[in-house]
């Protein structure tokens, strides 16, 4: 305690932002976290200086002889026995961190648009690294976190042994208030899917070793207040934005955690060897956001969509109207025919047309071809010229399907560089769909990939490009580097490519794909421009995944698609109306062979497109909300524009339920001192009322001439109709 009594006593930190305080004490050897959450209003020196009080706990029995604290790297010299923020050895020594901070170089930030940075420096005398913190509050109210770990260059210990860094987690408190966990668990087809459970003693603790975030990613992990809900109820939550192994915890000790009840946070799960510093190198963490609200789930979402909107980065044209052939002709890849299904994607309104996997040299199927980037002479005898070119004439944008990341053993690239394999030396062991992974962090293998791509983007004047990720990295250890565990930087080297295609290829947009949804995260979308949600493109399906990929990303960065019916995945049969609401809020597409659609189907699929475009505005700007309703087999999604003057809400039910009728609900997000004319949208269809009489405001808003005031129709609602199940009613609300 020698260091906190000798420090000249200082106030906190107060930050605001978005309705949001974050209140840092700075009074000891790491700052401490006194507040975050609510706005606690404009505090003056001496109530940030009486709020530092709480900073300290009572001395109980059997207890330390100095008041527990957690900080913002929690170590055990601060008695803190839950996981701590700096984990590693050298060669087995230097293994309890004392982290002190650099007084005079802190440097405190408060940003006129709201929030500010804390920005320190520690030394210790223990492990000899030097280690940094960057905490943030944004203006939209997330909190961000990063840390360093440097290896000084100078290093009189042992300058021959590395130190090898286990661990840099990112620790935020939680309230004891914060008593029910939510986060999330998935497969193929089948992403993020909800889990609840209690907060107990004991870690909570989700550790992905998938060598990206996998269909079953923790994703967002929240706590909350009891029943927290929708709209309603106190959550805190936290997201890792990486793209490769990580860990997700909420940890509660029974002594509590200094003057809270638990924890929340994670960051980069790193396998044993990975980082390894000598002196001179350090280890940067990926970037953890934490996000509270006070209005529900649909607070978070309205935080994080802030966020990436503000980004320079961020889309900000119309997200183009897309026809993808996968599920339209798979690998049957003949020029006529696909320029047949570019010439009806233009005829229904789409902008954007995507050849899909098949055209490189040798795929005919999915056994082979991986990485041998070049155009099949066979089926392209002319290369994809004759196709982008017919593309464009339509006035349509090209674009192509990679997947840089994999490679096949029946491959060209894979017979001449086998060390370009990233497995180990001693064989590649199982294959994952036929694949296996290209070492990215091998140079030559990098370049021949950034040459191949950029390449082919520049030749065919490629506009978007799907890129997909196929199977997870198992054994992933570099043959061009020794055998040396290579996921973190294998993770890294994919932004870099990514990053210097884009700077070779301006105005190129990708996708982020990854046998679907399977690498969402904000990591992968600092360079990319939308998700691929889900490979099930059934929309019964797809209620749950989208809703909760819009927990995190907002509308426009998330592709959804029509898709034929029955659906490809699942087999299910559903009806148009189904289909076309289920693709109506996000990135809209099309994955269906419309060659072989009626004129009845072509006219409902290009009014649908006409609709969808219109609502272009409100879904890149407006505010993503989710009706609480007691009935799970029912949802209500919306969104409402930012000035509330116009919004969408599409109305489903995937299953049959025990009551008979849905009763009132309620519209969120409207402006309760305006009025609303309720349409119910026809122009492409409408699902099956099994009732035998509409409800009278059905009637009236069918004909548009219903109005009713915002504040009824949020607090008091509608009673819904009843629809048959895997059926969706679309209804657009214009203030008057």
Partial sequence: MTDVQSRDARPPVHFRAAGVSLVIDLDAPVPSVLHWGADLGDLD????????LSSGVELTN???????????????????????????????????????????????????????????????EVTGLALFLLIRLTPQGLVQVRHRARRPADDPVDGETPYDLAGLTALMPLPPRATEILDFTGRWSRERQPQRLPVVDGSHHRHVRRGKPGADSPYVTLAGTTGFANRTGEVWGFHLAWSGDSHWRVERLAEGAGGSSSVIGGGEALRAGEVRLLPGQEYVSPDAFFAWSGRGLDGISERFHGYLRARASHPVRPRPVLVNTWEAVYFDHDLERLKALVDRAAQVGAERFVLDDGWFSGRR?????????????????QGLAPLADHVRTRGLEFGLWFEPEMISLDSRVAREHPEWILAPAQGEGSSMRQQ?????????????????????????????????????????????????????????????????????????????????????????????????????????????????????????????????????????????????????????????D?????????????????FQKSLRPVLARGRVVNADIPDPATTLRGVVDADGSRAVYVWARTVTSSAVLSGQVRFPGLDPARSYVVRIVDDFGLPSFPGREHSPWVRAALDGSLVLPGVALGTVGLPMPTLAAQQALVLELTAR
């Fill in 436 to 592: 296996y992974v290209l070492d990215l962090t091998d140079p030559a293998a990098f370049s021949y990939l950034l040459e191949a791509i950029s390449g082919l983007v520049q030749r065919y004047r490629v506009a978007y490009v799907k890129w997909d990720h196929n199977r997870e990295l198992h054994e992933a250890v570099s043959r061009s580097h020794g055998d040396t565990v290579a996921v973190s930087a294998q993770t890294r080297a994919t932004y870099r490519l990514m990053d210097e295609l884009r700077e070779r290829c301006p105005g190129l947009e990708i996708e982020s794909c990854s046998a679907g949804g399977s690498r969402v995260d904000l990591g992968i979308l600092a360079r990319t421009d939308r998700v691929w949600a889900s490979d099930c493109i059934d929309p019964v399906e797809r209620i749950m995944t989208d809703r909760w990929t819009s927990l995190l990303l907002p509308p426009e960065l998330i592709g959804v698609h029509v898709g034929s019916s029955p659906a490809h995945t699942t087999s299910r049969r559903t009806d148009t109306t189904m289909r076309f609401a289920g693709a109506l809020l996000g990135h809209t597409g099309v994955e269906w």
């Fill in 594 to 610: 419309l060659t072989s659609r009626d004129d009845e189907e072509l006219r409902a699929l290009t009014a649908f497109v006409a």
């Fill in 365 to 381: 199927n999915d056994t082979t071809s991986l990485g041998d980037w070049q155009v099949d002479e066979g089926v392209w005898p």
């Fill in 62 to 124: 059997n207890a330390p002889d100095v008041p527990r604290r957690l900080t913002l790297l929690p170590v055990e010299r601060d008695m803190w026995s839950g996981t701590p923020a700096l984990a590693g050895h050298l060669g087995g020594r230097r293994t309890s961190p004392r982290p002190v901070m650099v007084d005079d170089a802190t440097l405190v930030t408060h940003s006129p648009d709201g929030g500010g940075t804390l920005e320190a420096e520690f030394t210790d």
């Fill in 45 to 52: 020196a001496a109530a940030l200086t009486a709020l530092g």
